[in-house]
């Protein structure tokens, strides 16, 4: 084996161990219910072994050969970081395109030129989004906190529109939450519930919360086009979502 050779596999060892460290870094294996992770952990491997048959079976080499095996051992070694983002982006895909309807990551696709087609295409996917029905408890004592520092109109209108709420879908191990009214498959956009008069994205309110457990976690809480939209967490909540709460303090954003 040449120095070059040499160098290469040192280089792309590097590479793949770098990948590994990162992924764990981001917690693309813990929030197992993101299409991220399902990405790396089923699309990647599947696609790895895809390819890798492919080229093994159009090398022109069959196992007796004694090169077939280091050559498949070579093939292996070359796609698996290249799988592994594949299904990364794969994964990042599916939550930015085949996520919620005006969701916050996508909302910039319903702008300008195209987006009635954007539109049309998250009602549908929307749809058959997993999410949840209601918030869990943690949740709703943030927003039960923001109401309580609203004016009564606002107050109300934060209320109805929490009530009509039927699917919640959470992103990023919980720390993005993003909410919907739906009805027959498509989001109902209702403008007497807003909040503010002012367009596009704004923030309502922020918080920062201590569970009875001791976890700690800020946030803030967003509008679109003035009506109430998304919950944001500095850190995900997957694992405290069912905590009591032991201290909440919300401010209002002017």
């Known amino acids: 084996m040449s120095a070059w050779a040499v160098l290469w596999v040192i280089a792309w060892s590097a590479f793949i161990g770098w990948t ?29 072994v895809g390819l890798s048959a492919i080229s093994l079976h159009f090398s022109g080499r069959g ?6 095996w280091a050559n498949a051992a070579g093939v292996v070694f070359y796609y698996l970081p290249m799988c592994l983002w594949g299904g990364y982006y794969w994964g990042v895909f599916l939550d930015y395109a085949i996520g919620q309807p005006l969701s916050r990551r996508s909302r910039r696709w319903s702008r300008g030129r195209g987006a009635l087609a954007m539109d049309a295409f998250r009602s549908l996917t929307a749809f058959f989004r997993k999410g949840t029905p209601g918030f869990k408890p943690l949740e709703r004592k943030i927003l039960d906190g923001v109401i309580a520092q609203l004016d009564a109109e606002r107050a109300g209108n934060l209320s109805e529109r929490i009530a009509r709420i039927n699917l919640v879908q959470r992103l990023d191990g919980g720390r993005e939450v993003n909410v919907y009214e739906m009805k027959d498959g498509k989001p109902v956009i209702d403008s007497s519930l807003r909040l503010s008069g002012a367009e596009g994205e704004r923030v309502l309110a922020e918080f920062s919360l201590t569970t009875a457990q001791g976890a700690r976690n ?13 919950l944001e967490f ?17 401010r209002l954003v002017p």
């Open 20 to 48: 590994l460290w990162l992924f764990r870094k981001r917690g693309v294996w813990r929030n197992r219910g993101s299409a991220v992770s399902a990405g790396v952990t089923w699309f990647a491997p599947v696609v790895w």
């Open 63 to 68: 196992p007796q050969d004694p090169k077939y």
């Open 218 to 230: 800020d946030g803030k809480v967003w509008l679109v086009d003035g009506r109430f939209f998304s």
């Open 234 to 250: 500095r850190d995900p909540t997957e694992h405290m979502l069912e905590d009591r709460l032991a201290e909440l303090q919300v």
